[in-house]
T-cell receptor, first 114, second 112 residues
Framework: DVKVTQSSRYLVKRTGEKVFLECVQD?????MFWYRQDPGLGLRLIYF???????EKGDIPEGYSVSREKKERFSLILESASTNQTSMYLC?????????????FGPGTRLLVL | SQQGEEDPQALSIQEGENATMNCSYK?????LQWYRQNSGRGLVHLIL?????REKHSGRLRVTLDTSKKSSSLLITASRAADTASYFC????????????FGTGTRLQVTL
């Protein structure tokens, strides 16, 4: 079974702090994604990466950055956390190919910024 | 922007009844997927239907796709309390298979 793990289930941070959210997958997937999920808005793509050291902006990249130094690990960084970044953050991975790509999700990190 | 829009936003049924959720989207797609999310958890893939397919079955799940109307439906037959979850459709766009656009989801409550 594909396993995607996220470093924390719950996280409380203060405004202005630098926050790191880590995601690790064990299936050698090339693609990795970071989403945020808010009530009534569904999932919105923040960043994704299709290879080591490669990244592309999603729909809402402002206030976030990412790092992919190893294939299995994709980190989301909030350089200076703000209260409007309080949300559920979901990481996912997929293997590209043949136009059919199922995404496998981690359990999510619920971040509260005070 | 969200390509997929599900309706209804919330659905409450009794165990044993069927649940139908609908999804509409805006642009041409390669395929459409349905995912399930238990409360406070990640999403789990349920079923995928390709753009050249009209109907697909998997256990108690039946998915239809109408590309002319840019819509899909997910039917769960003989629902169980364990089916209580949120359900999301996700679409890719032609030529960009890696990225999925998720809808806002339907919250399904199945009561005993």
């Amino acid at each position: 079974d594909v396993k995607v793990t996220q470093s924390s289930r719950y996280l409380v941070k203060r405004t202005g702090e630098k926050v790191f959210l880590e995601c690790v997958q064990d299936m050698d997937h090339e693609n990795m994604f970071w989403y945020r999920q808010d009530p009534g808005l569904g999932l919105r793509l923040i960043y994704f990466s299709y290879d080591v050291k490669m990244k592309e902006k999603g729909d809402i990249p402002e206030g976030y950055s990412v790092s992919r130094e190893k294939k299995e690990r994709f980190s989301l960084i909030l350089e200076s956390a703000s209260t409007n970044q309080t949300s559920m953050y979901l990481c996912a991975s997929s293997r590209p190919g043949q136009g059919v790509e199922t995404q496998y999700f981690g359990p999510g990190t619920r971040l509260l910024v005070l | 922007s969200q390509q997929g829009e599900e309706d209804p936003q919330a659905l409450s049924i009794q165990e044993g009844e069927n649940a139908t959720m609908n999804c509409s989207y805006k642009t041409s797609i390669n395929n459409l997927q349905w995912y399930r999310q238990n409360s406070g958890r990640g999403l789990v893939h349920l079923i995928l239907i390709r753009s050249n397919e009209r109907e697909k079955h998997s256990g108690r799940l039946r998915v239809t796709l109408d590309t002319s109307k840019k819509s899909s439906s997910l039917l769960i037959t003989a629902s169980r309390a364990a089916d209580t979850a949120s359900y999301f459709c996700a679409t890719d766009s032609t030529g960009t298979a890696s990225k999925l656009t998720f809808g806002t989801g339907t919250r399904l409550q199945v009561t005993l």
